[in-house]
Every structure is written in C-alpha cells, then in structure tokens.
C-alpha cells in the first residue's frame, strides 16, 4: 500500500478497535453478558459505533495534532 494511505489506514484501524472496545463495554453494561448481548453488540452497536468513529477520527485527529504540538515544546 502506498505510504500516502498511512493516515487513511491508522484512522480506520484505531477507530474499528476504539469502536469495538467502547461499544462492547457499554453494551455489557446495559445488558450483562449473554449471548443476546454480543449479538446486539457485534451486528448493531459496533457497526454503527464505528461509522460514526472513522469519519470523526479522519476529523479530529490533525485538530489534536496541531493541539499536541502547542503544548509539547520542540525538543
């Protein structure tokens, strides 16, 4: 894959497993583990978390670089 790509390719896989994380743990919570919940988990609330999640992360991430690098001092 082309190097060009890497931010494209960083934002999706970082927001598929923050998705995933966030989405399971809340999910669990609400509905306890069961096997009704993983199934609410993995064909409703993840898909639809992460929907949400890519575009935002494309979005937000280079806002939190500039951010970072106001606050770090240039070594």
Do not use: D, Q
């Amino acid at each position: 894959m082309n190097p060009r790509y890497a931010p494209v390719l960083f934002g999706f896989l970082l927001s598929g497993l923050m998705s995933f994380i966030v989405s399971g743990v809340a999910i669990f919570r609400a509905l306890g583990v069961s096997g009704e919940a993983a199934g609410v988990w993995l064909a409703e609330t993840w898909p639809t978390s992460w929907a949400v999640a890519f575009p935002t992360v494309l979005v937000v991430a280079p806002l939190v670089r500039r951010m970072v690098g106001k606050l770090v001092r240039a070594a």
